[in-house]
């Protein structure tokens, strides 16, 4: 099959595309051309700025592909833009949103089924943490009508692996390199759950093999966090209590994945998959996942927003001593 991606060079996009080529597909990327590219030589390069509208998809003007998978529309500008211009030249359409699109996550699990964001206005072009998922509840919106059952909508939750750099799960694999006492929050009882973005992206390729159509959220193994602890290698883990994290300032920038079993945002954690197990997702072990970034990172190491002298600080105030003291 010969299908484009519209987007394809960084994180979930670059996944894509190395399935892509693993399946044996023609490959054609659209992008704006300004990201670093280190996509195989086989892979056709066609540039232009999708939040121009139809003035920046001219590259895409009289071409056909099979499918198109659409990893970078955030914003309703952009998808209707692209989507109506390729409404004729495509078969099936395969949109990545998102599971920020659902209203609630207090109800777990989080299933297809339940209810949205009230939709973003078509005008709005700011991508935000309040408006990001209203956004892709409109964009959803736009590609189903012009696409009707041509179109297969996937909703991951927090992705992980090589190539990330969200700073999320990598922070916790750069963090269990370092070694030495690790701060982890609570007792080790609530659950984190990733999906793994090979799994994602092969997913995505199977879907287009088998002409499928539908719904699906994709999320991978939910592990408590003391079998996380235990898969990221971490030997000298301290458990600080939640009233403690609380106490010392910290948020989910500082401890990311961290969500309390029960919270209003439980359901980050909780994301059901069953659609999308029956229609083909495999699951990458949550051990190798953890081995692959840690190899990637190696080479491409982040800086965390909580810094070791501060974390020294927290464990030293949950063992009842001062800081410098």
């Known amino acids: 099959m010969n299908v484009l991606v519209l987007g394809g060079t960084h994180f979930i996009g670059r996944h894509i595309v190395d399935a892509l080529c693993a399946g044996g597909h023609g490959v054609t990327v659209f992008t704006r051309g300004q990201s670093p590219d280190e996509l195989p030589a086989q892979v056709e390069r066609l540039h232009g700025d999708r939040s121009e509208g139809v003035a920046g998809l001219a590259a895409l003007a009289g071409r056909r ?29 395969v949109f990545i949103s998102t599971v920020s699109t659902y209203a609630s996550l207090a109800v777990t699990p989080v299933l297809e089924t339940q209810a949205l964001h009230p939709e973003a206005d078509e005008s709005l072009t700011q991508v935000t943490n309040e408006t990001y998922g209203p956004l892709k509840v409109t964009c959803e919106r736009i ?11 996937l909703r991951p939750q927090i992705v992980a692996g090589p190539y990330d750099p969200t ?22 009882t609530d659950h984190v759950q990733v999906v793994d973005a090979r799994d ?35 030997s000298n883990p301290v458990w600080v209590s939640t009233e403690m994290i609380a106490t010392a300032g910290l948020t989910l920038a500082d401890l990311p994945l961290f969500v309390r079993d029960g919270s209003d945002s439980a359901g980050a954690m909780h994301v059901g998959h069953d659609a999308a197990t029956a229609a083909g997702l495999t699951h990458t072990a949550a051990a190798v996942t953890i081995a692959d970034t840690r190899t990637w ?11 070791a002298d501060r974390e020294a600080d927290i464990i030293a105030m949950s063992r009842g001593i001062r800081p410098g003291s």
């Not at 994602?200 to 966090?225: D, H, Q, S, Y």
């Not at 990172?297 to 810094?307: C, D, G, K, N, S």
Request: with cysteine; glycine share 10%; charged share 20%.
């Open 65 to 93: 592909w099979d499918a198109c998978i659409d990893v970078s529309g955030y914003t309703p500008l952009q998808v209707r833009a692209s989507a109506e211009r390729l409404r004729d030249g495509i078969g099936r359409y």
């Open 297 to 307: 990172l190696r080479a491409h190491p982040m800086t965390p927003v909580l810094t």
């Open 143 to 153: 590609v189903r009508e012009v696409y009707g059952d041509r179109v297969t909508m």
């Open 167 to 188: 700073g999320r799960h990598t922070y916790w694999v750069q963090r269990a390199m370092r070694g030495g006492e690790v701060l982890v929050p609570s007792d080790g």
């Open 200 to 234: 994602l992206a092969r997913f995505a390729v199977t879907v287009i093999e088998r002409n499928t159509p539908g719904l699906f959220n994709l999320a991978g193994p939910r592990l408590t966090w003391t079998a996380f602890v235990e898969a990221l290698g971490i």
